[in-house]
């Protein structure tokens, strides 16, 4: 009985995973580099400032603003969820990571940004981009399932002039759904499943000899 409820708690805790994603905020001194000509220097960047200014769920993403918006305010919805800095936008890096539940077949994942982005799927780097417009992302899986995903945006372009600033993610034209994205993997590990079964063969074992007597 211990293993089974053991199993189930383990089990249960990956099945029904948070929706979203786990997304951080970085907020570098203003205008510190004026011009991120090109996602390598925000990368170097998050290399050496590890500590985020912030963290959030993403469970919307479908963020707008202006250069100069507070971050909260550029999460729209998901600003309820914020907890840190409620720093300027300028020159800020967000960082989305989780898992991202894919279809079979042939999907396109869009990004909008204002200004850049990368994407990793399965820890590979699928796509980058400096600025700005709609880029989409096509995947062709041969079965459908759940798979490990980073969507980086930087608000890079600030340092001479002020203006819009976006980043948005859809799935086959369509707004992606929150149900789709889990903040941690969905999916359990064999040696979880293996408890489990564990603890199922043990009850089995149990209600056989109590309808023996």
């Not at 979203?20 to 390598?40: E, R, V």
Request: net charge negative; hydrophobic share 35%.
């Amino acid at each position: 009985m211990k293993k089974l409820l053991i199993g189930l708690a383990i089990f249960s805790t990956q099945a029904f995973a948070a929706s979203g994603l786990s997304g951080t905020y970085y907020n570098p001194p203003a205008d510190t580099t004026g011009w991120w000509d090109g996602f390598s220097l925000t990368a170097d960047y998050l290399k050496s400032n590890p500590t985020p200014s912030g963290t959030f769920t993403a469970t919307n993403i479908n963020y707008g603003g202006g250069d100069t918006s507070s971050i909260v305010s550029f999460l729209g919805s998901d600003g309820a969820s914020f907890s840190g800095t409620n720093g300027n936008l300028s020159d800020g890096v967000i960082v989305l990571k989780g898992w991202i539940d894919l279809a079979a077949g042939s999907t396109t994942l869009s990004v909008g940004h204002d200004d850049g982005f990368r994407m990793f799927v399965d820890g590979a780097n699928v796509a980058q981009y400096n600025c700005c417009g709609t880029t989409d992302v096509a995947f062709n899986f041969a079965t459908a399932g759940w798979h490990e995903f980073e969507l980086d945006y930087n608000n890079a372009m600030y340092g001479n002039y002020s203006g819009g600033a976006n980043f948005s993610l859809s799935q086959n034209g369509q707004t992606i759904s929150a149900s789709s994205l889990s903040t941690t993997s969905p999916v359990p590990e064999p040696g979880n499943i293996a408890m489990l079964m564990a603890g199922l063969g043990l009850i089995g074992a149990v209600a056989r000899r109590r309808s023996m007597n």
